[in-house]
């Protein structure tokens, strides 16, 4: 089941480890379709081989494990009408749960730039290791979307209020601090990842989760502390609030540069992408399954494609790349409830898992 080295996706067998390679490193190995369905059927098959203990994913490339979807493509679908971003986002969905649930031990290399989709390829997983050169975020309120691939169950599990942080900032996070958020699992060199591939590799068929940490534990480090650990109380004051104004007012009354920041950055995101993100992180909350959060988002995914801020952007992040997007409406206090409200449809036909 080897794939030719021009392939996307690269899978191969090294010992009893079956290693998944994503292979767009000039696009940050971001994810299509057939990636989704090339990463799934990886899965499909080593899941039923009793030789393979252990399941790797990585990146290839010295930038990044995985940027997230293809946010062009996307856009040019939902402009063209041709339902390619819709069955991107279903397949991509069912993958994510496919992680969640994976009865093997199931291993991210999340070295570099982590995103979005490769949030969902990562963080689902049972061993995740984070490296120097993480850099971990849900950027999506800055192209006028939200935090998908299962983020609404994600982020509401994070310590506090640190995934609300992360949804409406976009902003990336450390090592340290993707672990302190319960994203990720080792941290490790980047320097070290080949040995622990290798140590994988050498597992014995039929090893369990607890020999995989074992086996990882041993390269592993401390990560120190990272700035969402460090500034938590206040993020816990500030972001508690369940409207998007109440959260900005309080960040207002905080004192010192990383409130001023985080308010500057909120302020300049798509105020309909925010006050949809908070909705959604607050239906996580509530939610009893990854399942649940998942139908929610894809319903939101659909109505996403009918609305002005996505295109707006991806037009002005990827396409004109002026950095300029002009929002509508335009400000935080004209999106009511209403225009929020039409996400919340259920898709048609249902997301199958």
């Known amino acids: 089941m080897d794939n030719s080295n021009q392939s996307e996706v690269i899978v191969e067998r090294r010992g009893t480890a079956g290693l998944v390679r994503l292979n767009r490193p000039k696009a940050l190995n971001s994810l299509t379709i057939p990636m989704v369905r090339a990463i799934a059927a990886a899965l499909d098959d080593f899941a039923g081989d009793q030789s393979v203990a252990s399941v790797v994913v990585m990146g290839e490339g010295e930038r990044g494990f995985c940027a997230g979807g293809d946010i062009r493509a996307i856009h040019l679908s939902g402009r063209a009408g041709d339902g390619l971003a819709e069955t991107f986002w279903r397949e991509e ?15 991210a290399l999340m070295d570099g730039i982590t995103m979005g989709g490769g949030v969902g390829l990562s963080s689902h997983g049972r061993h995740r290791i984070v490296t120097e050169r993480t850099r971990l975020a849900m950027p999506e309120t800055g192209i006028g979307y939200f935090p998908d691939v299962g983020a609404t169950w994600l982020l509401p599990h994070m310590p506090g209020e640190s995934g609300t942080w992360m949804a409406l900032t976009g902003l990336d996070i450390n090592a340290a ?17 080949e040995e622990a591939v290798q140590r994988l590799s050498d597992l014995p068929v039929g090893s369990s989760s607890d020999d995989v940490d074992a086996a990882l534990r ?55 992408s925010l006050k949809l993100a908070l909705r959604l992180l607050r239906a996580g909350r509530q939610s009893r399954t990854l399942a649940e959060c998942l139908a929610r988002e894809l319903g939101a995914c659909m109505q996403i494609l009918h609305g002005h801020d996505f295109y707006e952007g991806v037009r002005a992040a990827v396409v004109d790349k002026d950095r300029n997007p002009k929002w509508s409406p ?21 997301l199958a898992l």
């Open 177 to 193: 601090d993707a672990i302190h958020a319960g994203l990720a699992d080792f941290y490790m060199p980047f320097s070290r990842l």
């Open 218 to 272: 041993n390269l592993s480090d401390q990560p120190g502390e990272g700035r969402l650990q460090a500034n938590a109380a206040m993020i816990d004051r500030a972001f508690h609030f369940n409207s998007v104004e109440a959260i900005v007012a309080a960040l207002a009354r905080e004192e010192g540069e990383f409130a001023a920041e985080t308010r500057r950055v909120i302020l300049n995101r798509s105020p309909t």
């Open 330 to 350: 335009p400000t935080i206090a004209l999106v009511n409830d209403e225009m929020i409200a039409r996400f919340f449809e259920p898709p048609k036909p249902p």
């Open 93 to 107: 969905f069912r993958l994510n749960h496919r992680i969640a649930n994976y009865p093997k031990p199931y291993v």
